[in-house]
């Protein structure tokens, strides 16, 4: 399903599942309005904890990801994220459902968003996450790969 200007809409419900579902969350999101009320809202840590370890694990990239999105000072005074990086992280949750959807296989659409992409300007899909046109043109790379276009 394509939205006006070329953004592919992706279910409310697999962005919320990435970033926790409703134990993270705190209630059950099933259409766009949910999910914007919520992120407006100021989501909790744990769904930084969850939407990060979904893409890349426990590992050291999982840190640099998280401080990518909320810097570390900041990070550990907190229980909820303010409305900017909230934003940020279900921009990165969004960018993940659509990954996932058009790879048809979580392991290769993870290894999409972590690695530096030619057509991104050789830079990494999670790391465009972080501001808005960034994440257009992750989503327009995408739509191309799924609707076989040329990129």
Known sequence: MEQPGGNIAVAPHRVAGILGGVRTLGRRVRTARDLRQTVEAGLPVAALDAAVRHVVGDGPGATELKH?????AT??????????????????ARMTALAERVWENEDLAHEFLVTAQPQLGGERPVDLARSDLGTREVEQLLAGIEYALPV
């Open 75 to 92: 990070l550990h005074r907190r229980t909820r994220l303010t409305a900017d990086e909230s934003q940020r992280l279900e921009r990165l």
């Open 68 to 72: 990518g999105i909320v810097p570390k």
